[in-house]
C-alpha cells in the first residue's frame, strides 16, 4: 500500500474554494494518505458522508468576520441567527432541518471542546461562539448529519469544529476593526458604531509550544424590540396623559398594533483571552491544555417614540391615544444590565502515529463563574451553571478498516435563582421571586468500522449505546422527579467511486436528542404543582438519510444530495392553556429535500473563484395532538429555499474583491403558520443580502481590508431585526 504525500491541508483546501469538502480531496485515492501541515480535523473524515470545509486563508479574504459564526455564513444550508456584531445570547444555528430556535440540534467544538450549550433548547442556549475569535481559526469543518457514532444525538442538524491556530515558530499578529450601521425602523433612524481589536502571539521551542490570544469588542447594536399595544386592547375613554408618537402598523398575524418605541437597544462590551499549551513527549504523543475566558457587560437602552403635551417622553402610566386608554406597564420600557464572565478549560492527551492503533483521552470543564440579567422588576442568576465532557477514544487500523471506538461521558447542570431588589443595578440578592435547578448526564458507548473494500467501495458501520439521566430537577424547592433512559442509534454510510471524477454516497442515522435541563425543569409552581413544565418530556427520535453523487475536478467540485429525515416527538414550545406556554412533544415531523453545492477556482478566467448553494427543503408537521391545527404546516423557521453565492476576484497578489449573496425564503415562527406576515416585529421573514469585502496586501505584514455587509440594506427579522447596511474596515498585521 503506497503512501502519497499532498500539500499541506490549508493549501488544498484553498485551492477548492469556500467550504469545498474535506471527504472529497482524499475520495480521488484510497490508499493511505498522508498529509503534511495543518491541524487535523477533529471529525471522522474518514466516512463516507457530507463534510464541508473553510481555511483561514479563505475567511480572511472573503468574509467580513468580526465573531467566530460569520465564517458559517456560506455554507449550504447553514445559517446563524446573529442580530448584530457580539451577539452573545441569540446567534442559533439552524441546518438543513432545524431552525433558529433549536440550538440543542447542533453541536459546536473547538479543537474538541464543547461550545454548545446543552443546558437548554433555543435562543438564550446558544454555542458560546465568544470563546473563539476568527484571529485563531485555522479551519472550521462542518459534518452534515447524525453520520457518525462519535456524536450524540444532538448531531442531527450538523457538527461544527473550529480548529484553532498552534504555531510551529514565532509569530505575531494585530487586528483593529470598526464597524458603523444605518439602521431606520418604526421611529427609530440612527447610527451605530463599534469596534474591535484582537492580539495573539505564539511560538514554538522544542518539545513546548503556546499561543496566546486576546481581543476586545465595543459595540452599540440596533434596537432588538419594540414596544406595542395592540388596537383592540384600547379602551374608549378620555382618561389618560394625550400622547403623540405611536405608529400604527400590523404584527406578524396582521393584528393592527401601536408601536410606541425601541428597547433593548444594546450596548456590549466584550473581553476573550486564550491561553493554549501544548508539550510533545515525543513525535507521536501530545499534551494539549486550553484556558478560555470571557467577560461580557451589556446595556439595554429604550426609547419611547410617545410624547406628551409638553414634548416630554412617556414610559409610564395610563396614555390616550386617538380617543382610547392604554396603560403602560414597568416591562413594556425596562432597562437591563447584563453582567457575565465564564470560563473554559480543555485538557487532553494524544497519541497520533496513524499507525496500527491510536488513542486519546479528553476533559473539558465549562463554568459560569458570573450571570447575572438586572431589570427594575427582577434580577435573574444563572451563577453556577455549565458543562462538563469526558472521553476516552481509539482508532484501531488493521488492514483496511479504520475502527473508531470510545466511552463518553457528558455532563450539564442549570442553576437559575430569580430575586427581586430596590438597588436592582448592583444588588446580588433580596426577594425571593423563583428557581429553577436541574442536572442531565449522558455516558455513551460507540464503535464504528470505515471499511474499504477495494479502490472503489467504502463502507462505514457503527453504533452508539447512550444512557441519560435527569435528575437534582427543583422548581422554586419542590422536587421534581429523576429519570433515566438508554437508546440505540445506529449509522451507516456507503461510497462508491465510480471513477477519477464521479462518487455516490449513501448515509443512514438515528438520533436521539434528549431533553435539556431547562426544558424539563424551568417552569413555575402553582399550588405545590408545576404548572408550565413537564418533568416527563420524551426524546426527540430522528432517522435521518441522504444520497449523494459528487463529480470532482483539478479546479473545484460539484455536489448534489437528497435529504430525508423523520423525527418523532420534537421538542417544541406551544400553548398549554390559552395563556400559558410549555415545551410539549409534537408527534411527526418529516422533511424532504435537495442541497446542491459548488465549487470552482479559475472559473472562466484564472482570477476568480465562485462558489454557489441551493436548498430545497420541505419540512411539513405530520401529527401533533396537543396542537392539531398545526398538522399539515411547515415547521417554523425552515425556509423551503436557501441560498448563497461567492464570487472572489483576485488581481494579482495583492488585491482581492468578493461579492456574495445569501436568500433565504418565506417561514414561519409558529406551528400553526398562523403568522404571514414575516417584516414586523415578532415576525420571521424572507431575505436576499448582498455583502462585499476587498482586500489589500500593502506588504508582507500589512493588510488593509474594507467592506459593506447588507450592501442592498435589507430589511429582514427573525423575530427581532438583523442589522441593516453596516461598513466595515480592518487593518492586520502579520509577524
Not at 543 to 555: Q, S, V
Not at 582 to 596: A, D, P, R, S, Y
Request: glycine fraction near 8%; aromatic fraction near 10%; charged fraction near 20%.
Amino acid at each position: 500500500m503506497k503512501t502519497i504525500r499532498l500539500k499541506p491541508l490549508a493549501a488544498m483546501l484553498a485551492a477548492a474554494g469556500i467550504a469545498a469538502s474535506a471527504q472529497a480531496q482524499t475520495e480521488k485515492v484510497m490508499d493511505t494518505v498522508t498529509v503534511n501541515g495543518g491541524r487535523p480535523s477533529s471529525l471522522p473524515t474518514q466516512i463516507p458522508t457530507t463534510i464541508e470545509s473553510i481555511t483561514a486563508q479563505q475567511i480572511e479574504e472573503r468574509i467580513n468576520a468580526f465573531d467566530s459564526e460569520d465564517a458559517l455564513k456560506y455554507f449550504p444550508s447553514l445559517n446563524v441567527r446573529k442580530r448584530y456584531v457580539g451577539d452573545y445570547d441569540h446567534a442559533v444555528l439552524a441546518s438543513r432541518a432545524s431552525g433558529t430556535g433549536n440550538s440543542a440540534r447542533s453541536l459546536v467544538y473547538a479543537d474538541g471542546i464543547q461550545l454548545s450549550n446543552l443546558l437548554g433548547n433555543g435562543a438564550t442556549f446558544t454555542p458560546r461562539w465568544g470563546l473563539v475569535t476568527p484571529e485563531e481559526i485555522e479551519r472550521v469543518d462542518v459534518l452534515y448529519g447524525p453520520f457518525s457514532a462519535t456524536y450524540p444525538g444532538n448531531s442531527v442538524g450538523a457538527v461544527v469544529d473550529y480548529q484553532t491556530r498552534m504555531p510551529t515558530k514565532l509569530e505575531a499578529h494585530l487586528k483593529l476593526s470598526g464597524f458603523a450601521q444605518q439602521f431606520a425602523e418604526y421611529g427609530t433612524d440612527d447610527n451605530y458604531y463599534g469596534k474591535q481589536a484582537s492580539a495573539s502571539l505564539g511560538d514554538r521551542n522544542g518539545a513546548f509550544s503556546w499561543w496566546i490570544n486576546l481581543s476586545r469588542t465595543d459595540n452599540n447594536g440596533q434596537p432588538l424590540a419594540f414596544a406595542n399595544k395592540f388596537v383592540s386592547s384600547g379602551v374608549n375613554s378620555s382618561a389618560g396623559v394625550p400622547v403623540t408618537g405611536a405608529i400604527l402598523g400590523r404584527n406578524p398575524s396582521n393584528r393592527e398594533w401601536l408601536i410606541l418605541g425601541a428597547t433593548s437597544q444594546i450596548h456590549t462590551v466584550q473581553d476573550h483571552a486564550k491561553l493554549k499549551l501544548a508539550y510533545d513527549f515525543s513525535p507521536t504523543l501530545r499534551a494539549s491544555y486550553t484556558l478560555g475566558w470571557w467577560q461580557n457587560d451589556a446595556q439595554r437602552h429604550v426609547e419611547s417614540y410617545l410624547r406628551d403635551g409638553s414634548g416630554k417622553p412617556v414610559t409610564l402610566g395610563d396614555i390616550n391615544v386617538g380617543g382610547k386608554r392604554y396603560t403602560l406597564a414597568p416591562s413594556d420600557f425596562a432597562p437591563q444590565l447584563n453582567e457575565l464572565e465564564h470560563q473554559m478549560h480543555g485538557l487532553s492527551l494524544k497519541q497520533h502515529t496513524k499507525g496500527l492503533f491510536d488513542w486519546e483521552i479528553a476533559a473539558s470543564l465549562y463554568d459560569y463563574q458570573r450571570d447575572l440579567a438586572r431589570t427594575p422588576s427582577n434580577i435573574t442568576d444563572m451563577e453556577g451553571s455549565g458543562w462538563n465532557t469526558l472521553a476516552l477514544k481509539g482508532i484501531w487500523r488493521p488492514g483496511t478498516h479504520t475502527v473508531d471506538f470510545g466511552v463518553q461521558r457528558e455532563a450539564a447542570k442549570l442553576r437559575t435563582r430569580v430575586f427581586g431588589a430596590t438597588g436592582w443595578t448592583r444588588a446580588t440578592s433580596g426577594r425571593f421571586i423563583s428557581s429553577f435547578d436541574g442536572e442531565t448526564r449522558l455516558e455513551s458507548l460507540y464503535a464504528q468500522d470505515t471499511w474499504r473494500i477495494d479502490e472503489s467501495w467504502r463502507l462505514t458501520l457503527g453504533g452508539r449505546f447512550e444512557r441519560w439521566q435527569a435528575f437534582g430537577g427543583k422548581l422554586s424547592g419542590v422536587g421534581l422527579p429523576a429519570r433515566s433512559e438508554n437508546a440505540w442509534s445506529p449509522k451507516t454510510a456507503l461510497a462508491w467511486r465510480a471513477n477519477d471524477e464521479w462518487t455516490l454516497k449513501a448515509s443512514a442515522g438515528r438520533a436521539v436528542r434528549n431533553p435539556t435541563a431547562a426544558e424539563l425543569f424551568q417552569g413555575s409552581i402553582v399550588d405545590g404543582k408545576p404548572v408550565n413544565t413537564d418533568p416527563n418530556l420524551r426524546a426527540e427520535k430522528s432517522w435521518t438519510t441522504e444520497l449523494t453523487a459528487e463529480r470532482l475536478t483539478d479546479k473545484g467540485s460539484v455536489r448534489a444530495t437528497l435529504f430525508h429525515e423523520r423525527t418523532r416527538d420534537a421538542l417544541y414550545s406551544q400553548a398549554l392553556t390559552p395563556t400559558v406556554n410549555t415545551v410539549q412533544n409534537v408527534g411527526g415531523i418529516v422533511t424532504n429535500g435537495l442541497e446542491l453545492s459548488q465549487q470552482e477556482d479559475q472559473l472562466w478566467w484564472p482570477q476568480l473563484s465562485v462558489n454557489s448553494s441551493l436548498t430545497y427543503a420541505d419540512s411539513t408537521i405530520k401529527e401533533n395532538g396537543a396542537f392539531p391545527a398545526s398538522v399539515g404546516k411547515q415547521q417554523p423557521r425552515v425556509p423551503r429555499w436557501r441560498a448563497t453565492l461567492l464570487a472572489t476576484w483576485r488581481a494579482g497578489e495583492q488585491w482581492s474583491t468578493t461579492f456574495g449573496l445569501r436568500y433565504s425564503g418565506k417561514q414561519f415562527g409558529t406551528l400553526d403558520n398562523s403568522d404571514p406576515n414575516g417584516f414586523a416585529y415578532m415576525g420571521v421573514s424572507e431575505f436576499l443580502v448582498a455583502d462585499l469585502r476587498a482586500r489589500y496586501r500593502i506588504s508582507r505584514q500589512w493588510t488593509l481590508s474594507a467592506g459593506v455587509d447588507n450592501l442592498n440594506n435589507k430589511k429582514y427579522w427573525a423575530f427581532h431585526p438583523y442589522t441593516q447596511r453596516t461598513l466595515v474596515a480592518e487593518l492586520k498585521f502579520d509577524l
